[in-house]
């Protein structure tokens, strides 16, 4: 295998790298605004009752909710890192393989 190829499938290796690491970005992403809903929900319900059982249960609710947020942001900050490595190792083999293929 010559040294063109190599570069060649290293490059291909990264790119897939990338897009995996992208569509778990997207994937975190894609809960947010569920929880939202559960949160904004919640609060009207706490709004609108007398019951001191049900303001618990959804203040406990919105706890959960905001926790999972927190997790999602921290999920999202790890992945954003990732990337940011992936790339810096990726424009390095980038240049290698332009240069043998460029002569």
């Known amino acids: ?30 809960k947010t605004p569920a929880l939202n809903t559960k949160i904004m929900s919640a609060q ?10 049900t303001v618990k249960s959804k203040i406990g609710e919105i706890q959960r909710a905001q926790k999972s947020l927190a997790d999602i942001d921290k999920k999202i900050a790890d992945i954003d890192k990732k990337i940011a490595k992936n790339i810096l190792r990726f424009h390095p083999k980038k240049k290698n393989y332009d240069k043998k293929k460029n002569g």
């Open 1 to 30: 295998m010559s040294m063109i190829d190599i570069y060649r499938n290293n490059i291909a290796k990264k790119k897939g790298e990338l897009a995996k690491l992208s569509n778990d970005k997207a994937k975190e992403s894609g």
């Open 44 to 53: 009207r319900t706490i709004s609108s009752t007398k019951s001191q059982s």
